[in-house]
């Protein structure tokens, strides 16, 4: 099935869910529209979320530019156990590599691009919560003008634009123990992809990372919480066999942490490239950046 085929499945699922439960939602069936939280915090660390921002890698000019963002469009809380809670809901994001910024004039050279769902359930306990996401996505990855000498009408580099796409399902598990002023999420999971070019890549990739986080270190700034954290996702992938990158990111948030703010934070990365024109490139990198978590 085509990737505009997925999304429209999806989305005819999404727009028929009150219809499936009965009609219009009613409080006591826990089914609701447009639910006004959502469940699932994107992974700090895991450079394929949705993310609004940017990150600078010191030493370079090369910048990281993110936008998007993920609604949760069907919420349901089971009247029997109200410590349970299932999202379904939509997601379109883009990351961008610009190289340079003379002038204030960005050259973009590379842009990956995703859409598609999710599918995300969390069950809280006295003293941890569980979370299980399920994400079906597109992604396709394209040279932009930034990689194109206009003087001499030539790829940067001789490299030249390679067909990228991956149609995909995702799988992560998360457990969660809360402390009396910290939180460590631990998470694992894996994708799989039914179509994938250039067909040398991988389709099976596997993940797993680390969130620890306190509000025990600061206080409030201008009454508004604040969160110190750490974060780590190690990605199996590769072309042929499989190859390790990992991606450390340590900060501070003002505000809650599952609730609108801006992140500060400082990240390492080493291993493949996260541009996947670049999929076949190892690279290790330092960054500073800001991320608007709406």
Not at 80 to 93: I, K
Not at 196 to 205: I, K, V
Not at 253 to 261: A, L, V, Y
Request: charged share 15%; hydrophobic share 40%.
């Amino acid at each position: 099935m085509r990737p505009h085929a997925v999304l429209f499945v999806f989305l005819f699922f999404c727009a028929s869910a009150p219809a499936f439960s009965g009609g219009e939602p009613e409080r006591s069936t826990g089914v609701s529209f447009l639910p006004p939280s959502t469940i699932f915090t994107p992974l700090a660390a895991n450079p394929e979320e949705v993310r609004v921002g940017v990150r600078r890698e010191l030493g370079s000019t090369r910048m990281r530019l993110d936008i998007g963002g993920a609604l949760d469009l069907i919420g349901y809380e089971p009247a029997s156990d109200p410590d349970a809670s299932l999202r379904v809901g939509a997601e379109l994001f883009v990351f961008a590599l610009t190289t340079s910024y003379q002038g204030l004039h960005l050259q973009v050279d590379a842009v990956d691009g995703y859409f598609g769902g999710h599918v995300t359930f969390r069950e809280r306990y006295a003293s941890s919560t569980l979370f299980l996401r399920m994400r079906i996505l597109h992604l396709s990855s394209h040279f932009i003008d930034g990689h194109f000498r206009l003087e001499t009408l030539t790829w940067i580099d001789g490299q030249l634009p390679r067909p990228y796409s991956r149609d995909y399902v995702e799988i992560t598990a998360g457990y969660e123990p809360h402390g009396a002023s910290w939180d460590i999420l631990l998470y694992a999971g894996c994708n799989q992809a039914w179509f994938c070019r250039p067909a040398a890549m991988l389709r099976f990739n596997a993940f797993q990372g680390v969130v620890a986080r306190t509000s025990g270190w600061t206080g409030p700034v201008f009454g508004q919480p604040t969160t110190v954290y750490l974060a780590d996702h190690f990605l199996l992938t590769g072309v042929g066999t499989l190859a390790g990158s990992n991606v450390l990111e340590g900060g501070i948030k003002f505000g809650g942490w599952e609730h609108n703010g801006i992140r500060l934070f400082i990240s390492y990365h080493t291993g493949i490239e996260m541009y996947h024109q670049y999929f076949d490139v190892k690279r290790n990198d330092l960054g500073v950046g800001f991320s608007l978590d709406l």
